[in-house]
C-alpha cells in the first residue's frame, strides 16, 4: 500500500493502540461486542482502501488524502474509546470535589447553569444540538482541508487529535474525574423542561463504572469518561484553528464553537475548569503533533537521500 509519510506514523500509533487493547482485553479478561465494532471499524478500512485506490489505481491525491484521514480518524476513535474503558476501574483518587471547590471560587455550579438553560427551552435545545455537532465538525474538517489541498494542515490536523485524545487519557488516568453529574441531583422538574445529554442516571452509571471497571465493551453504550480535561473542547479548539486557514468557514467556526463553552458545560456535565483544561490540552497537542511532523519530514528526506 502506498501511504504518506504522516499517514504511516498515525498508522503506526494506531496499530500500537489496537495492540494495546487487545493486551488489556486478554489481561483484563473483557468481553468485546466483536460484530459491532466490526461494522464500525469496517467503515475505517472501507475508507483507507478508498484512499488507496484514488492514490494508485485512480489517481486524485485529493479524494485519496480525504479518504484516508478519514478513514484514519474512524479507526483511531474507536481504538481511542476502547483503550479509555480498559483503563478502567480507576487506581487514583478522584479530584472532582477539588475541581467543584475551584469552580465555587470562579462562581460556577454545575446545576445552577443547567438550571438557567432549563429556563430558556430554546436555548437549551440549541446548545443541545451545538453539543452533538463536534464530531461533525471534525469530519468537515477533514474533507475541507483534503479538497482544498491542505495536506499538511490535514496531518497536523489529525496528528493533533490524536496526541490530544493521548494527553487526555493520561492525565485522566493519574487524576481521574467524571463530572459534576455524579455529585448533584438535578430536580426532575428542571430535566423534564430540558432533556440533558448527561443527566442524573448518566452520572450514576459513570460512577458505577469508575468502581467496577468494564466487563464487557460494545458501542451501543460508550459512555463519555474523561472529565478533565475536556476533550470536546479539545475538539472545539481543533474546529476554529484548522477552520481558520479557511476563509469563509472561520467566523462561522468561531460563532458555533463559542456557543459549544456553555453547551459543553450545560449538556457535556463537565466542571468549568475542565473546559480550561481541554484548553491547555489542545495547545500542548498542537505544538508537540507540529514538532513530531518536522521529525517525519527530517526522517523521510534521510530516507530519500539514502536512495538517491
Not at 471560587?105 to 452533538?132: E, F, K, N
Request: aromatic residues 12%.
Amino acid at each position: 500500500m502506498a501511504f504518506l509519510p504522516a499517514e504511516r506514523f498515525i498508522l503506526t500509533i494506531l496499530a500500537t493502540l489496537i495492540s494495546l487493547d487487545a493486551l488489556l482485553l486478554w489481561w483484563k479478561d473483557v468481553g468485546l461486542d466483536v460484530p459491532g465494532y466490526a461494522a464500525l471499524s469496517a467503515c475505517g478500512v472501507f475508507l483507507i482502501l478508498l484512499g488507496q485506490f484514488y492514490r494508485r489505481f485512480r489517481p486524485n491525491e485529493r479524494i485519496a488524502v480525504t479518504a484516508t484521514a478519514a478513514g484514519l480518524f474512524v479507526l483511531f476513535t474507536i481504538a481511542g474509546s476502547i483503550f479509555n474503558y480498559l483503563l478502567l476501574p480507576i487506581y487514583f483518587t478522584p479530584i472532582d470535589r477539588t475541581l467543584i471547590r475551584l469552580d465555587g471560587m470562579l462562581g460556577y455550579t454545575w446545576p445552577d447553569i443547567v438550571s438557567w438553560a432549563a429556563g430558556r427551552p430554546v436555548v437549551g435545545t440549541a446548545l443541545r444540538i451545538v453539543y452533538m455537532s463536534s464530531l461533525l465538525q471534525l469530519l468537515v474538517v477533514i474533507v475541507v482541508l483534503g479538497f482544498t489541498d491542505k495536506t499538511r494542515t490535514l496531518h497536523h490536523f489529525l496528528l493533533t487529535g490524536v496526541m490530544g485524545a493521548l494527553l487526555a487519557m493520561i492525565a485522566w488516568f493519574f487524576a481521574p474525574s467524571i463530572g459534576p453529574s455524579a455529585f448533584y441531583q438535578i430536580p426532575q422538574n428542571v430535566v423534564d423542561g430540558m432533556p440533558l445529554a448527561v443527566d442524573n442516571h448518566y452520572g450514576a452509571e459513570l460512577s458505577r463504572a469508575l468502581r467496577e471497571g468494564a466487563v464487557y465493551l460494545t458501542p451501543k453504550n460508550v459512555l463519555g469518561l474523561i472529565a478533565f480535561p475536556s476533550f470536546h473542547m479539545v475538539m472545539a479548539c481543533m474546529s476554529v484553528c484548522f477552520l481558520a486557514r479557511v476563509r469563509f468557514l472561520s467566523v462561522p467556526a468561531c460563532l458555533l464553537n463559542a456557543a459549544m463553552m456553555p453547551a459543553i458545560l450545560i449538556h457535556g456535565g463537565h466542571h468549568l475548569i475542565d473546559l480550561i483544561g481541554g484548553a491547555v490540552t489542545f495547545a500542548a497537542a498542537y505544538g508537540l503533533s507540529a514538532r513530531l511532523l518536522k521529525d517525519v519530514d527530517r526522517r523521510e528526506a534521510g530516507r530519500k537521500a539514502k536512495l538517491a
